[in-house]
């Protein structure tokens, strides 16, 4: 397994390989896309913004929706930016 660069990425997208809905191509960066999270659900109740406390989780929902085929695998993980209040 790989970890693949922009240029990777695009030749996979160009190609049919990947297919990302709603994609933003400013949000593909040197080695990833940086999906937009645009509502949460927690407990069955769909929400635009959400607090969770250590060891929660919740559903994040995004405007893109990703397709790969059979020699792409994804590896959707989190990127966080904490606001102190």
Known sequence: MQYLMTS??????????????????????RDHYRFRAYEFKVHDEIV?????KPLEYVLCLS??????SAIVVGDISQIISVRLI
């Open 48 to 52: 635009p913004a959400v607090t969770i």
């Open 8 to 29: 990777q990425i695009q030749m996979l997208l160009d190609n049919g390989n990947i297919h990302i809905g709603d994609l933003d191509p400013q949000l593909l960066e």
């Open 63 to 68: 405007y893109e929706r990703f397709k790969t």
